[in-house]
């Protein structure tokens, strides 16, 4: 089994879900602060398929606390609450490549 640093867990988090949002939105130029839903390029129903991938990707429940969109209103936001579910900040329960 490969244990991934904190850094190198969070840079795999990162890009798992730019590969999400890319697949989903054409805007290739996708900065990690970027505002989706300030800047027009996801709605609601977006909202909620970006929950079930991560969801699914990511082994968690999104509960109806979670469900606030400063969760998930930038690449950096929602890395930052995928570690934050997974116990994985500060290198604590890093996720495995899949």
Same mark, same amino acid.
Request: net charge negative.
């Given at each position: 089994m490969i244990t991934m640093t904190a850094t190198e867990n969070e840079e795999h988090i990162k890009q798992t879900v730019r590969g999400f949002l890319?697949?989903?939105? $054409?805007?290739?130029? @996708? !900065?990690?602060?970027?505002?989706?839903?300030?800047?027009?390029?996801?709605?609601?129903?977006?909202?909620?398929q970006l929950m079930t991938f991560i969801e699914r990707t990511f082994d968690l429940e999104v509960e109806t606390e979670d469900l606030d969109i400063d $969760?998930?209103?930038? @690449? !950096?936001?929602?890395?930052?609450?995928?570690?934050r579910k997974t116990g994985s900040s500060n290198g604590r329960g890093a996720l495995q490549p899949t």
């Open positions: 890319l697949s989903s939105i $054409n805007m290739p130029n @996708l !900065n990690d602060e970027d505002n989706l839903f300030e800047m027009g390029i996801v709605n609601s129903l977006f909202a909620i $969760n998930f209103k930038s @690449l !950096n936001a929602t890395t930052e609450f995928v570690m």
